[in-house]
């Protein structure tokens, strides 16, 4: 467990994350604008009456959001409810220009019910991380501070684009439940897990650099085997792991260092300082907002029926967790491999073409990816899209056929794994072609002939009768030695299997 050192005891973490994730369509939630929001939009030409709140513009709820949180509901094992509504969540902001936000009410069900998904714990076990609820809201517009020296400006592109909350659970009446995430890489593997889902249903992009995925992050501590939860604080906005895994720890240092001295921990809501790696009060409690959420009257109820949550289930491709089990119940991969390569769904793509369903090759295509591959990002195209590169100067972009192609071959024996390493760093250094080109361009080939390797081996012992001597006294060590002089003569071009074979055979 991650525990925090303390002056008289050791402290444990309690972290709840309210997730917010852009939801890909055309257009917003409740307008028929375009949904396709970017920064370098000009700023309001995305922005219709609906958005703006003209007066008598009513809203309109897009069925493909509702449709996009379903299956993301789908994707994290919750109950879909039947019957939610939406309220208005009422504040003053200019960039919110209705005066209140639409969302679903904090105390009734929303879309998407309880559910969870299952993340690698710091224990290297699989761990489940229970979520409280999904609900679908508006996002509200963008203030710009640097467009004019005196004014602030508002930008309405984002106001009504569709955004999903993820929301995890604590089982505040059950402490002993622990399925909540309990240290900072739990959060980023939480976060990390919520983004893969999200892209690999086509629910959203995810994407913290482009704000397409947002968190609060609610940060509590106490003493380890304290059976209650004590004082939470907030911090909102986060937009990338490191500054969430940062604000965490230091959070949790604040709370920490506060109870050491004999003081209390408030239920404020922190402001995070990326320069500084700190937290501090952006608003108290005494300060909280009540929002006076009321369900909104221009807006019909929301039904689901079980039809409708059957056929979305049918167009559900495998998710990330499901991947991850095929590559270990399938492949015979270890846990950690299985990770790593379920890390995006890009990555697992990628494995998944150059493998292309034989199993012999889901080991070597594991091995070179992971430690070959993920040390070289430049020449990894992951998202797979970049197939042939005219430009000589570009990096050579390594493609799931390179690495199909290196294994065959060196299940073959065309070549052995020594001469596999040196046709990969010819590739990093630019060579083009396929790999048997390489491969005769270099003259590489194994040497699989017994009859050559029998000489090269017999010359070998003959020119070392000392460490012959030594090998048949005992010391069997010195079996590399041979292996080594005999792959030297033969430039490498040896089969190392068949070499050390006929070795052990002459050595007796
Ligand atoms: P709010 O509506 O004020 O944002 P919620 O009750 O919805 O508060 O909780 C927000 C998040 O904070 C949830 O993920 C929840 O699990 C988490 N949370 C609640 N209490 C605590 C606590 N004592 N310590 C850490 N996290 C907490
Ligand atoms: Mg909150």
Redesign the pocket.
Known sequence: MFTIKGKTTDWE??????THIEVLSNSKIFSGASANYNPTIAPNTQACMVDVAMPGMLPVLNKYCVEQAIKFGLGINAEISRHSRFARKQYFYPDLPQGYQISQP?EEPPVVGRGYVEIMGDDGNPKKIFI??AHLEQDAGKLKHDMHPTKSMADYNRTGVTLLEI????D?KNPENNS?ITSPDEAERYLREIREIARALGVSKANMEEGSMRA?V???VRPVGEKT????T?TKNMVSFKFIKSAIEYEARRQIEIYENGGTVSQDTMRYSQSEGTTSVLRSKED?LDYRYFPDPDLLELEITDDEIERIRKTMPELPSATRARYINEYGLSEYDANRLTETVDISHWYDAAVDGKSARAKPVANWMISELFAHPENFDITNEIKENDDPDAPRIITPENISELVDMIASNEINGKQAKEIFIKMLDGERGTIHEIADKYGMKQITDTGAIESAVDEVIKNNPSQVEQYKSGKVGLLGFFIGNVMKATHGQANPAMVSDLLKQKLG
Request: hydrophobic residues 50%; glycine residues 4%; without cysteine.
């Open positions: 973490l309690v972290i709840g994350l309210e904090a409280e609820r929301v995890t659970f604590l505040i909540y609060d609610n940060v509590s939860f004590r004082t939470r907030e909280a």
